[in-house]
């Protein structure tokens, strides 16, 4: 085990946290999970936070996930949580609740920085979007493993929808939808991402991606796309290196190699 940090993955159902091994983006612990409180008050969540943390007793820095917009630790948007956290400090709130210092991060992002350190898209080089499918889309940019933060794509409009209402996993519970029905859902989506920015590589998160083989072979698409390979942890992962201090010694991740 190298050095250890420690991320909380807070989401629009559940907050759960664990003990990271950064050298690896392994857990090092396992993953303790409570409901999300609702309303999902910045109060409430912070509270919750504070008992993920106290479950373990960790005193080290934390990183933590936020399931919207986050900019300088200040939550921006709330897409799939209360609104009152619009303008919160997420860094400030949490840190009063845990006392501990805090780094916020969208969860996306997160992920996207965890697969590109340790998972599908390490050493890949040129773009990467990591996309979460869950109860909303997330979406991260990575560019020659530098992450562009607050990408927001699971927001873009087709067909005159805000296609995350229509291609994310809680559409596909919510609505009944197949596989194939869903995969169309997904086929548009992942066509437009393709066509406004020609990645080299997609990378597909979230709870759902456990199941890839059911979707993923049912697109057509220009781009390589697999799975994500820290799947769920992926979050609590990135999350967790960018409060170490690998983070604040090495602002960007480690370089990728180009390729041949
Ligand atoms: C939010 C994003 C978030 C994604 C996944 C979207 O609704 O706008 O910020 O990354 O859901 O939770």
């Known amino acids: 085990v190298g050095l250890l940090g420690f991320g909380i993955d807070i ?3 559940g907050i759960k946290g664990a003990v990271v091994d950064l ?12 409901l999300t409180p609702q309303p999902s008050t910045a ?9 993920v943390v106290g479950h373990f007793g960790w005193q080290g820095t934390l990183g933590c996930t936020f399931p919207a917009v986050v900019q300088n630790g200040v939550a921006r948007t709330a897409a ?15 840190g009063d609740a845990t006392g501990l210092a805090v780094t916020a991060v969208n969860d996306a992002d997160a992920a996207g920085l965890a697969e590109t350190l340790w998972g599908a898209a390490k050493g890949t080089d040129g773009l990467v979007v990591v996309v979460t499918l869950g109860t909303g889309i997330g979406t991260a ?30 559409a596909r519970d919510r609505e009944g939808l197949s596989w194939e029905k869903w995969a169309r859902r997904l086929q548009r989506y ?29 697109l057509t698409l220009a781009t390589p796309i697999v799975t994500a390979k820290l799947q769920n942890e992926a ?26």
């Not at 050298?23 to 409570?34: F, H, N, P, Q, T």
């Not at 990408?151 to 296609?163: C, V």
């Not at 999350?239 to 690998?246: D, G, N, R, T, V």
């Not at 090495?250 to 180009?258: Q, R």
């Open 141 to 170: 940019l990575i560019y020659n493993g530098l992450l562009v933060p607050n990408s927001e794509l699971g927001h873009i409009e087709l067909d005159g929808e805000d296609y995350e209402t229509r291609a994310s996993a809680a």
């Open 43 to 51: 109060d409430a969540v912070s509270a919750s936070v504070a008992e």
């Open 23 to 34: 050298d690896g983006g392994v857990l090092a612990s396992e993953r303790y999970k409570i």
């Open 235 to 260: 979050g609590i992962a990135g999350a967790a290196y960018l409060s170490s201090e690998l983070a604040l010694t090495e602002p960007a991740p480690p370089s990728v190699p180009a390729s041949p």
């Open 11 to 13: 989401g629009g159902s």
């Open 80 to 94: 799939n949580v209360d609104q009152s956290w619009i303008g919160t400090d997420i860094e400030a709130v949490v």
């Open 190 to 218: 992942f066509s437009a991402l393709e066509f406004y920015l020609r990645p080299n590589l997609f990378v597909v998160g979230g709870g759902v991606s456990r199941r890839a083989e059911k979707f993923l072979p049912l």
